[in-house]
Each structure stands twice: as C-alpha cells, then as structure tokens.
C-alpha cells in the first residue's frame, strides 16, 4: 500500500481509486453475498463506484451517521445531513463499509451501528481513499488507497467529486488549528 512522503503535495484520486478498486476486488473473490455501503459524502462516492466496477449496483447502500456520532453533542449536527439508504438484506451479508478519509475511527464506529440498526451482516470490511492515521479507537481499514500519516495536525484531507465523477484529494490547512498549535 502506497505511504506518502509528503505532507505538502496533493494526491491523485484517481489512482488511489484504482488501488483501491484492485484491493477490494482481490479481497471479494469468491464471496458470494457482498455488498458495499458508503459513509456520506466521500465514502458515498466511491461507494457508487466501487458498486458500479465490481457489478454489485443492487447491493449498494449509503448511510449518514451524523446522530450515531459519540460527539454529536460537542459538533452539533452537520446542516447537510442525508437519509440512509440501504435496500438489500444486511443479515449474513459481507458489507464492504466505505469511508474516503479514516482517522480516529470515531465515524466508522458510528456506521457500524448504523449497520447493526439493519441487521447483522456476517461479516464488515472496511475501505478507506486514505488512511492519516491518528486512530483514537481500535479500528483499522481491509483495503486502503494511501497512508497519508505525514500530514501535519492542522491539516485534513478533503475528497472532491466534479460533475463527470472524477475525484480529487487535497490537503487543506485548518487557520484555527494551525494559530493554535504556534
């Protein structure tokens, strides 16, 4: 798995897509009941894309995890929050939970319950664009993208999706957290 280097340079989305994509279809061979849902927004997209290049379209869901999060009192709730969408039988299935940026572990948590709210798959495999470390619960991806432990804590990293579908992974500085942190 690819680990940048660099914490100043931005990240080609698209072949972390395709390493991605060759991850999780090596990890799916032979499994007969997969299904792949996406955390809201980034986790969505490449949810929907995922779905489309392993032909598993019906087995595709979306959910937003904005009243599992442990810190929902503390960030309040996002304005954008979206309905969660998952019509396929979640019990006994291999889910494929997608998410674009994993850090604490604290949304991917969140997702799980949300899952376990449809039924209990047999069994939950996580896939992540990038991975920046800084885990704050014991959670851990299957299949990622990139290891982009070198980003400065001011720093996050921010998936785009133009109106063709192509992907872009930026790094974005935080002016609050990088005052703080001087």
């Not at 995922?50 to 598993?56: G, K, Q, V």
């Not at 937003?64 to 009192?73: C, K, L, P, Q």
Request: glycine fraction near 8%.
């Amino acid at each position: 798995m690819p680990t940048s280097n660099t914490a100043t340079a931005d990240f080609d989305a698209e072949a972390l897509y395709r390493e991605l994509l060759a991850q999780v279809r090596a990890g799916l061979d032979g499994v007969q009941d997969a299904a792949i849902v996406g955390i809201h927004s980034g986790g969505a997209w490449l949810a929907e894309r995922l779905a489309r290049d392993l032909d598993l379209t019906g087995r595709l869901g979306s959910i937003d995890v904005s009243f599992y999060r442990d810190d929902y009192a503390k960030k309040g709730l996002h304005p954008d929050v979206k309905p969660t969408h998952i019509r396929f039988p979640v019990d006994g299935a291999t889910v494929v939970l997608v998410d674009d940026v994993l850090q604490t572990g604290r949304t991917v948590r969140a997702a799980i319950n949300v899952l376990f709210d449809y039924g209990r798959p047999a069994c939950i495999r996580l896939a992540a664009l990038a991975d920046r470390g800084g885990r704050e619960l014991p959670v851990a991806a299957d299949y990622v993208g990139v290891h982009a432990t070198t980003l400065a804590p001011h720093q996050s990293l921010c998936l785009q999706r133009d109106e063709a579908g192509q992907l872009t992974l930026t790094i974005e500085e935080d002016p609050s957290e990088s005052a703080a942190s001087h």
